[in-house]
């Protein structure tokens, strides 16, 4: 890792256990088809913690060299593991990536929303300054510490249609999903 001279990007994906979380990663970002992150089709984990790996990604960002380190993340929920063990693994892989996957199967539902809002409530307590916490804080100096943020919902085969029949987009399907 010392003898990277380029700027380094870091993708990390993290949602729900059994969700494929490590089969994206593999598919999509790592180009991989047999070998990769270890999936499985049983309910048992593959992944524990968090997973970098290996190799990094070269590709261009703005026309200059960047290199992309990929970090898989054990799913949230899993029957052998409490609420704080699954906050600190997705909030560690939330703190040290640039770019941040939050992996959801068939439709944005409670479930999912409640995992984010926990992660969101926590990192309101990080301290940005000594004296000063992120929800005291300017949102432009908020932004500066978080990542890019990329909700995949996977396997969504609904028509996406509001409740007056009307077409609607994904932006406003998200909009609609997260209103009170």
Known sequence: MSA?????AIVAVAGKYRTGKSF?????????????????STI????????LWSECIETKHNGEKLRVLVIDSEG????????????????????????????SMNTIDENAIN????????????????????SESDPEDIQKFFPSF???VRDFSLRLIDTYGNQINQKQYLENALQE
């Open 4 to 8: 990277i001279k380029e700027k380094v």
């Open 24 to 40: 994206l990663l593999n598919r999509i970002i790592l180009n991989k088809r047999a070998s990769g992150f270890g999936v499985g």
């Open 44 to 51: 048992n984990a593959c992944t524990k913690g968090l997973w």
């Open 76 to 103: 949230i929920g899993a029957f052998d593991e409490d609420v704080n063990h699954d906050t600190k693994i997705f909030l560690l892989a939330l703190l040290l990536c640039s770019t941040f996957i939050f992996n």
């Open 115 to 134: 995992s984010l809002s926990l992660i969101i409530n926590l990192s309101k307590e990080l301290q940005l300054k000594k004296s000063e916490t992120l």
């Open 150 to 152: 990329l909700w995949v």
